[in-house]
């Protein structure tokens, strides 16, 4: 299959985000090229001596210590390392500008480098605050001249009375090509989604900074109601413990806490029950603009079960596959759990409407169908499934061939037992905070382990290992996970066991698997579809639309960037002439 969808497209643009090293370390830099460059000059002759110290350091180190203040007046905020690493790179780039090209074209021309360098450290300091700290210009163009500003009282000192209205000027005039050039960002996203793309940016940065969900205002704005369908199995005993285990279509994401990118978590904490939240058939057009919307999600599953009819029966599980789709089916009084996946092939999110097809043919012969997608191998960040390929295809060969077999199993006497165990492994890891759930049904003297990990996907082989461990104490098993997305922070691939091995997980599995036996009791199971109603998500194709859109930016601002700066040089070096 292609890896070119609009996923992969947003993946791909992760490889622009970095971290910025620590301050001490980008502070040593601008000191010690200070140092080599007096160490220089001081061989040439005293004209220019302490100039690296004077006219390079000191600016860098006065705006690393001013930048973060200045922004934080209008309650925005960049790191010390950031404002480190911003004052290195124009102090690296103004002694690439003004001192290498000195040395090729001689000492007289230093002076207009110079200034010239001065003009575009303003600018770039211009574009990356907007960027990463506060869209406004009228905010951020104080404390982006603060490097130039004292570099030019440092010039003062050195040239001739005239360079000072000569950078000043050149001050003006690459300030308003930095700001010709955040128009030129901004309008692609406003004409499109009537969204600032730099203050989108800064959010983002803000979300990795501190956790800030300013981000949800944003899909908002974009965002469009959907009505969906979900099924939930509501399990009861006499005795041990309730359980739910819900099957929502809408997608636990777009990252970390923003979203609804925890949604199997506050889902599992709102209910009394244990709750397994199984991973629908959603991509994510269908992740949710905020985390208030999943109070709606709650609100239906709770509504769905008034006046539910229970059974006390439940058929064997079978398994039924359609060329690389596996599925295993059990029938729970006339509702059926079907949970699909193509491991070892990858094992991705299916789109809306291959499940709601499948939901729909099943409903002739089934009360209520629940469609989990698996969602346990994956090879490569790659796109969906979509309706009418051939991997669909499969998806509903094979649902069919389980309806057909499900509908001749014999009904008998349900008992069931659930555990919870929690691993010591982090988000960062590949875990997210609900750890291991495990649901065990006994029917007709056959045990079943249904097995969800709260992660977002899982590396090849592990699912295939993980169900080995499984099987040793039921007579089949399925390996789910819940594709929280807050495992997922900058980059979609953090699938479990990709920093754990397989074998570190072995024990809690186990130890889940063995809980959930020992805790086997007679059940009574009834079967809901909740309809889900004005749930606001970011909306069809607005992933793909919001990916094509920063792509095509990212295409054309280089090269324009590039012939504007151009443009901006030479009226530099017109302007110095004219000023002769």
């Known amino acids: 299959m292609a890896e070119s969808g609009p996923d992969v497209r947003v993946e791909r643009l992760t490889r622009y985000i970095f971290s910025a090293p620590s301050w001490p370390r980008s502070l040593a830099i601008i000191v010690v090229l200070g140092l080599i460059i007096d160490a220089a000059t001081y061989r040439l002759g005293t004209e220019f001596f302490l100039i690296g110290t004077l006219g390079f350091t000191v600016p860098a180190l006065a705006a690393f210590l001013l930048t973060v203040p200045l922004v934080g007046v209008f309650g925005r905020r960049i790191t010390w390392n950031r404002s480190a690493l911003l004052a290195l790179t124009c102090t690296v780039l103004m002694v690439i500008l003004s001192l290498s090209a000195a040395l090729v074209s001689g000492r007289s021309l230093f002076p207009m480098l110079y200034a010239i360098a001065l003009g575009l450290t303003f600018g770039l300091r211009l574009l990356v605050l907007a960027a990463v700290a506060d869209y406004r210009i009228t905010r951020t163009a104080l404390p982006a001249f603060v490097q130039s500003a004292v570099a030019i009282a440092a010039g003062a000192w050195f040239f001739t009375p005239g360079f000072v209205p000569y950078a000043i000027l050149l001050q003006v005039v690459f300030g308003l090509v930095s700001a010709f050039l955040i128009w030129l960002i901004e309008r692609p996203l406003k004409r499109a989604f009537q969204i600032s793309g730099l203050n989108f940016l800064n959010t983002f940065i803000a979300h990795l900074t501190d956790g800030s969900k300013n981000m949800e205002d944003f899909f908002r704005e974009i965002g469009e109601e959907v009505y969906v369908p979900e099924v939930s199995l509501f399990f009861s005993r006499e005795t041990g413990k309730n359980v739910i285990f819900t099957v929502p279509n809408v997608h636990p994401g777009p990252m970390g806490d923003v979203g609804g990118g925890n949604l199997p978590r506050i889902l599992h904490d709102t209910f009394p029950e244990e709750t397994l939240v199984a991973h629908g058939c959603a991509t994510h057009d269908f992740n949710l603009v905020s985390e208030s919307e999943i109070e709606k999600i709650a609100h239906a599953i709770e509504t769905s079960r008034e006046g ?273």
């Open 308 to 580: 539910l009819a229970c059974s006390t029966n439940a058929s064997r599980p079978i398994r039924v596959g359609s060329g690389s789709v596996s599925v295993l089916c059990q029938r729970f009084g006339d509702a059926l759990l079907m949970v699909s996946t193509r491991s070892p092939e990858r094992t991705e999110d299916l789109d809306y409407s291959i499940g709601m097809a499948i939901m729909a043919e099943g409903r002739c012969g089934f009360s209520e169908v629940a469609f989990v997608d698996a969602h346990n191998c994956m090879t490569s960040v790659g796109s969906p499934v979509l309706p009418a390929t051939r991997i669909a295809t499969e998806y509903i060969a094979a649902a069919r061939e389980g309806f057909r077999t499900a509908q001749d199993l014999p009904l008998e006497p349900l008992a069931i037992g659930v555990s919870h165990v929690r691993v010591p492994f982090t988000r960062e890891q590949g875990f997210g905070s609900l750890g291991v759930q495990v649901l065990v049904t006994e029917a007709g003297g056959m045990r079943a382990a249904y097995v969800l990990i709260d992660g977002n996907n899982m590396a090849p082989g592990v699912r295939e290992h993980l169900r080995a461990v499984a099987l040793e104490h039921a007579d089949e098993a399925e390996i789910m996970t819940t594709d929280t997305h807050t495992v997922n922070t900058i980059s979609g691939k953090n699938p479990v066991g990709y920093a754990v091995s397989a074998e570190e997980i072995v024990p809690y599995i186990e130890q889940a698997v063995r809980e959930a036996i020992a805790d086997l009791s007679p059940a009574r199971v009834g079967a809901a579809t909740a309809s889900c109603e004005g749930i606001v998500v970011f909306g069809s194709q607005r992933v793909s639309q919001l990916a094509s859109t920063v792509n095509a930016m990212l295409v054309f601002i280089a090269p324009l960037s590039l012939i504007i700066l151009i443009l901006a040089f030479l009226v530099s070096i017109f302007a110095y002439l004219l000023l002769q």
